[in-house]
Every structure is written in C-alpha cells, then in structure tokens.
C-alpha cells in the first residue's frame, strides 16, 4: 500500500500563501488534493498526473493554486497563493493506481495522507 506523508501547513493571513508538500513512498499514477471545513463536505481542490503533467483544478482556486512535482522524491507541491479565509480547511492528499472519473468516487478510494491544517485569517 502506497504511503502519503503531508506537510506544509499552518496559518497565515488573507493575501498570503503557503505550499502543501505530499511525498509518497512510490509513484501513482495520480494525485490529488482535497479540503474539509468544519461542518462541511469534503471537497476536490486540484490534481495532476505522474507522467504527464496534467493537472486540474477546481473552479474556487482556478487562477490562485498551482502544481508542481519532483520525481527523483515522489512528491508533489501545491503552492496556494493569494489565500482567502474560505480556504481554511484540513487539506488531504491522496494518489491512485489508475485515472478516476469523478472527485466522488475518488473520495472513495486510493490512497489517502493523514491531513493538514490550513487557517486563514480575515
């Protein structure tokens, strides 16, 4: 089974940025983030692919989130630029053997990290 260690989180304020960091102990084909919020849903934020660089984002941080990998450390970052505070939520990381046809069924499965925290202040 295919291990997620994240790291990158913390507080910051409205404006500001931080970079989320998910090494895995080996390579997927894909890897995805998403968030929780307190009495939310989880939700997808973004993903790429290993091989190819693709990688997707959801509308909400379109423009202000990007992705970038190192394949010599199995790692994936995604950078948050120009934070807002309904960006606080615990963000998860999470990769798959295979492509995934919907963020819902990708909730279900694959690999998951264990979550960071990410507070923006107003």
């Known amino acids: 089974q295919v291990q997620l260690v994240e790291s990158g989180g913390g507080l910051v304020q409205a404006g500001g940025s931080l970079r989320l960091s998910c090494a895995a102990s080996?390579?997927?084909?894909?890897m995805a983030w998403f968030r929780q919020a307190p009495g939310k849903e989880r939700e997808f934020v973004a993903s790429?692919?290993?091989?190819?660089?693709?990688?997707t984002f959801a509308d909400s941080v379109k423009g202000r989130f990007t992705i970038s990998r190192d394949n010599a450390k199995n790692t994936m970052y995604l950078q948050m630029n120009s934070l807002k505070p309904e960006d606080t939520a615990v963000y998860y990381c999470?990769?798959?053997?295979?492509?995934?046809?919907?963020?819902?069924?990708?909730?279900?499965?694959?690999?998951w990290g264990q979550g960071s925290q990410v507070t923006v202040s107003s």
């Open positions: 080996s390579r997927t084909f894909i």
């Open positions: 999470a990769a798959y053997d295979g492509p995934i046809p919907a963020p819902s069924i990708a909730m279900k499965r694959g690999y």
């Open positions: 790429c692919r290993w091989i190819s660089g693709n990688t």
